[in-house]
């Protein structure tokens, strides 16, 4: 069956771009997660969308099932292994790499699944650097699409990838292409598909972001005008309950959109995570950082229990003074804050990290975040609260003390919006121990369980947890799921159990 | 990752070294998209986790290194952009160095091989009989059919033409009151294939007020054979420069080691590893705390108001990886050179590495021309008047590719200041670019340069 599937991709793509090696098998099925790392059969490369529907028509012929990944970096939520161990991945991003069309008069972008942030990056600078792509802050060899089909998010205005996405190429389970949007109008010359998401009919776009219904080889990416000057500010705070005031703060900010950018609120151990490892933690300690521990490292690293970070665009530096002054008077009121002016922040690792974040430049500062305990375990768990200081504060008591019992340090950053914050919560832990590892699984189920029973979902979620969050959704979501499933993937051989469908 | 090494293996300082880093790799795989030889094959063991798990098995093994392993480790540039990458911050540097080291003292290579790498230990590093050697490999081109192979690569690295000079030691005297005394690192093969880097460089030097001082005794840093497992021959060099230099320093004083390729300079800034466990360990970590790459120390120090009557240029400014991943100097040079008055643009894809590396381009000369195909197209793409870099193995491998004019930065600084036109552009038709707008930049970290008609703000 498989041999069969492999014989026919050779045949018809090349047999070089078939990598079955040892460590080709080993190395893709590795993962951060602690239900272990997980072999596919198979890593396959294809060359184009033609080569894709050819591969995806064989796999119906041989009932074998794929995994696509686009640039692969997904770290802590899977990077580029399957759903199960035995699918075939499909490397979309090492050949179709292309950025295949930047429009500098209306600011978009056209990319192949390989193209990574840092390449857009470079390309527009290389361009004069007239705009820039939203970035995460996370790894720069990460992608646009890759990252807006799974529901990624950056700090800018179009901080919304999957929302600044426009027009999408997909090949479908059976085989078919599809374009979505304006694309979807019969010929070849289409000025609308990558500048209007709302045409005639249903939106299809949606079904390809978090599912498992096709496999997307194009994309349309907005790019915002890059403003000449880009001023961030920060401020500390000293206490964890202050979180209540500074969403409520944050909600009025973004509300009339007066700060353009979002509201980074890391916690102490986020921001000091991303500079050093845990200086409190040795290989099987049970116990998560001490009160005294973490007021240590605001000391030395000079941040806040709480510590937010946004910033300004504007014509020149001097210009967004009074915005400025303007958010300090906000956040000043209660005189617990402590302000930190851009150019300090400059000098502040973690502060960098959030000043590239907001300036969509790639890096690499965050990464550090993994390194907080050793063991190269990573999990994020994504709930979110709506922008409402006491309810914020109800969320970070339930995750604060769920962290505790299960001896992991609380690491997480709200990242405000007007009437929502994301928060990513970041389980590192020692996933070369297993009683560490076992606690680390236990605290995620926890964090699920606790925040579905405050009914609050989460926005995305690592490779293993997919079916458990899936099993917390009500039956006619499921349902539905299934049965489109069923209409645009039949035989089932796109990534079935990715987001707990098929 | 776990090791599995003898009580007796980690008796050995080297092993135990090499052991700790080991365990330290977690795979998160962050680094594999960004090596270059990983981009190119898609090997998982042409990448440096791949590289990683090889040489804990090498090191563990008593066997002697297998022959794909060596190929492998071989292939790697030790170009250090893991290292940038890697959340974990394995020093992935001082592991392939210790397993270089390793795989020279157990692995028998092909007799045509041990020659070439020999012939390269010797000769690199002593600039006369380089001299002679170049002198003697252009008289050989001609019957290149009749040479061994490994030989033609080499013969086809030689240049056209070079400018050698090479530094007698010697003093020179701050133009003005004297705000401090470095010692320049003369180097070895640069002094031959462009001598007026370092005359250059003193320029520049003696002009911003340092004496500099080229000290007796000093000579290659060692960085060459230490990239081939030469390690003895490596600390060697480094043991007397660390000699040469202190003396000066107990002497009449020394503020700053000043490199000017920053291949040697990450071994300089290295040199309290390379030789911890000599006794000249507390003098080495000494110097190495000295050494600066010159942009960094002239960064340092303040550079003098440009001179006005030249045209702006655009200088595309190519990283090279020991100055970006190995030293992380990135922004002196740039900052350098805006405030010369060139517009300073970057190399799509920066993190990657030439094909230089050392003598790499020696050795592996397949990859190394893919390399620098790849770069030379990224750097076209920026169309620049003038290329820099800082580091000799980058400018003498891309002038093979790059169609524009190729100069170190210390030339373009040194002219911009009042010294000479960079012989690289001698000749070249010079048309000025567009002032900047008074607009200040933004203070991002990549300053990006100022719109135009792109959007409104
Ligand atoms: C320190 C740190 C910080 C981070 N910060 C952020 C952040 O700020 N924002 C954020 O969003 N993430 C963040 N991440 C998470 C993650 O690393 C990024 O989201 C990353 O961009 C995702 O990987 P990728 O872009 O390579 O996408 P991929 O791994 O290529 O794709 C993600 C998933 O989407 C599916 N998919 C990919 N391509 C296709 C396709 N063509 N067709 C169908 N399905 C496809 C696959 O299931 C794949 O596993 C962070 C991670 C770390 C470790
Ligand atoms: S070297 Fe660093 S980034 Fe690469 S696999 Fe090891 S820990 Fe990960
Ligand atoms: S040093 Fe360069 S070539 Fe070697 S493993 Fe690291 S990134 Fe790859």
Request: glycine share 10%.
């Amino acid at each position: 069956m498989a041999e069969a599937f492999f014989n026919e991709v050779a045949a018809t793509i090349g047999a070089e771009w078939i990598n079955r090696s040892e460590e080709t098998l080993r190395r893709y099925g590795e993962n951060t997660m602690p239900g272990g790392d997980r072999r596919p059969l198979g890593v396959v490369y294809p060359g184009s969308t033609a080569e894709v529907q050819a591969i995806v028509r064989a796999a119906n012929r041989h009932g074998v099932a794929l995994y696509p990944v686009s640039t692969g970096n997904n770290i802590g939520l899977g990077s580029r292994s399957a759903v199960h161990a035995g699918q075939v991945v499909l490397d979309l991003g090492r050949r179709m790499n292309r950025i295949l069309e930047i429009d500098e008069t209306l600011a978009f972008a056209v990319v192949e699944p390989g193209v990574s942030y840092q390449a857009m990056y470079d390309e527009l600078v290389r361009r004069g650097d007239k705009f820039m792509v939203d970035v995460t802050s996370g790894p720069p060899q990460g992608g646009m699409l890759g990252n807006a089909l799974d529901k990624g998010a950056g700090y800018g205005p179009y901080f919304d990838h999957f929302g600044f996405s426009c027009g999408m190429e997909v090949v479908l389970g059976n085989g078919e292409v599809l374009r979505t949007g304006d694309g979807a109008l019969q010929g070849s010359e289409l000025p609308n598909w990558h500048v209007s998401k709302y045409s005639f009919g249903p939106i299809l776009d949606g079904l390809f972001a978090q599912s498992n219904f096709g496999i997307v080889t194009r994309m349309g990416i907005w790019l915002l005008p890059r403003p000449p000057a880009v001023r961030s500010f920060h401020f500390t705070y000293p206490d964890d309950d202050d979180l209540a005031e500074i969403v409520d703060i944050c909600r009025a900010l973004k509300l009339s959109n007066f700060v353009p950018t979002l509201l980074r609120v890391a916690n102490d151990v986020y921001l000091c995570g991303s500079e050093h490892p845990s200086p409190d933690y040795s290989p099987g300690d049970r116990a998560p950082i001490s009160e005294a521990g973490r007021r240590a490292l605001r000391e030395k690293d000079g941040l806040g229990a709480w510590t937010v970070s946004g910033a300004f665009y504007g014509p020149s530096m001097a210009a967004l003074e009074p915005q400025i002054e303007r958010v300090r008077a906000a956040f000043g009121k209660s005189g617990k804050a402590t302000y930190i002016p851009h150019e300090e922040a400059l000098g502040f690792h973690a502060l960098q990290v959030a000043i590239n974040a907001c300036s969509g430049v790639p890096g690499v500062g965050e990464l550090g975040l993994l390194k907080w305990r050793p063991g190269g375990g990573n999990l994020w768990f994504l709930p979110g609260t709506p922008m409402v200081g006491s309810i914020a504060n109800e969320c970070q008591r339930i995750s604060r003390r769920i962290y505790a019992e299960h001896g992991m340090d609380y690491m997480i950053m709200n990242v405000c919006s007007a009437r929502f914050a994301r928060g990513l919560h970041v389980i590192t832990f020692d996933r070369e121990n297993p009683d560490e590892n076992a606690r680390a699984n236990a605290c995620y189920e926890a964090l699920a369980r606790a925040y579905a029973e405050r009914g609050i979902f989460v926005g995305r979620a690592p490779l293993d947890y997919h079916a458990l969050h899936m099993g917390q959704a009500m039956p006619a979501f499921r349902d539905s799921c299934t049965a489109i499933k069923a209409a645009l993937d039949p035989a089932g051989v796109i990534a079935p159990g990715r987001y707990g469908i098929g | 990752m776990q090791t599995d090494f003898t009580a007796a293996q980690l008796r050995d300082p080297a092993i135990r070294e090499a052991a700790d880093i080991l365990g330290t790799c977690v795979h998160y795989g962050f680094c594999t998209n960004t090596c270059p030889t990983y981009v190119l094959s898609r090997d998982e063991n042409e990448s440096p986790r791949g590289r990683i798990d090889l040489i804990r098995e090498m090191l563990e093994s008593e066997a002697p290194p297998k022959a794909q392993t060596v190929a492998h480790l071989d292939s790697c540039l030790s170009c250090l952009s893991c290292m940038t990458t890697c959340a974990a911050k394995v020093d992935y540097a001082h592991l392939i160095d210790r397993a270089r080291v390793h795989v020279e003292r157990r692995h028998r290579r092909p007799l045509a091989e041990r020659a070439l790498r020999a012939l390269l230990g010797f000769v690199l590093p002593r600039p006369r009989l380089f001299q002679v050697a170049l002198a003697l490999g252009r008289l050989g081109r001609p019957i290149q059919g009749l040479l061994p192979s490994r030989l033609r690569p080499v013969l086809a690295m030689i240049p056209e033409r070079t400018q050698g000079r090479i530094l007698a030691p010697q003093v020179f005297e701050a133009e003005g009151e004297r705000r401090a005394r470095v010692a320049l690192l003369a180097g070895c093969a640069q002094q031959v294939l462009d001598g007026n880097i370092n005359t250059a460089t003193i320029r520049l030097l003696t002009r911003h007020g340092c004496e500099v001082v080229v000290a007796a005794g000093a000579g290659c840093c060692g960085s060459l054979t230490l990239h081939m497992g030469r390690e003895e021959e490596a600390m060697a060099a480094a043991a007397a420069n660390v000699r040469s230099w202190m003396r000066e320093r107990r002497g009449e004083g020394l503020d700053a080691v000043i490199v000017n390729a920053s291949g040697c300079g990450t071994t300089v800034k290295d040199y309290g590893h390379l030789l911890a466990r000599t006794e000249l360990a507390g003098e080495a970590r000494e110097v190495a705390g000295i050494a600066r790459d010159v942009t960094e120390f002239i960064a340092g120090i303040g550079l003098r108001p440009a001179a006005p009557e030249r045209p702006r240029l655009r200088v595309t400014y190519h990283d090279a990886c020991s100055m970006q991943h190995g030293q992380r100097v990135t922004r002196p040079p740039r900052d350098l050179l805006r405030a010369a008055g060139f517009e300073v643009v970057d190399v799509p894809e920066k993190h990657f590495c030439c094909g230089s590396a050392g003598t790499y381009n020696l050795l592996q000369p397949a990859t190394a021309e893919t390399l620098g195909g790849r770069k030379a197209g990224h750097i076209d793409s920026t169309a620049p008047d003038v290329v820099a870099a800082g580091n000799i193995g980058c400018l003498t491998q891309l002038r093979r590719y790059v169609g524009a004019p190729m100069a170190h930065t210390v030339e373009l600084l040194d002219w911009a200041t009042g010294g000479p036109l960079p012989p690289a552009l001698a000749g070249v038709a010079l048309q000025s670019r567009p002032a900047p707008q008074p607009e200040e930049a933004p203070a991002a970290a990549a300053a990006p340069a100022p719109n135009d008609d792109a959007g409104f703000w």
